[in-house]
């Protein structure tokens, strides 16, 4: 049974940094590609970050050169180094397979709010 638990959300103001972790279980973590997403208010879940088996990254363009998604196969983990955020990053901040759809399995998320 998949599960996930985000964690490391809080507030910080506009130009702060956040580490986002979440720990998975259930999924073949060595081979899965793993993504981070992100939920706002009146907004559809949409792609943040992804990382491949070997460790290679993708980012959505609007986050590309602040945040660093990393993992840890060891303790079956990903991160999500988020610098520079900004109001816009407001949201509620999820990890999954890459290309999970909303009838899978997800964990409660973590909360980022970023004031201005």
């Known amino acids: 049974q998949v599960q996930l638990r985000e964690s490391g959300g809080g507030l910080v103001e506009t130009g702060g940094s956040l580490r986002l972790s979440c720990a998975a279980s259930?999924?073949?973590?060595?081979?899965?590609?793993m993504a981070w997403f992100r939920q706002s208010s009146g907004k559809e879940r949409e792609f943040v970050a992804g990382?491949?088996?070997?460790?290679?990254?993708r980012y959505r363009e609007s986050v590309q050169g602040r945040f660093i998604m990393s993992r840890d196969n060891a303790n079956n983990t990903v991160h999500l180094q988020m610098n520079n955020l900004k109001p816009e990053d407001t949201a509620v901040y999820y990890c999954?397979?890459?290309?999970?759809?909303?009838?899978?399995?997800w964990g409660p998320g973590t909360l980022v709010n970023v004031s201005s």
């Open positions: 999954n397979r890459d290309g999970a759809r909303d009838g899978e399995v």
């Open positions: 259930g999924l073949p973590f060595r081979t899965q590609n």
């Open positions: 990382i491949y088996w070997n460790g290679e990254t």
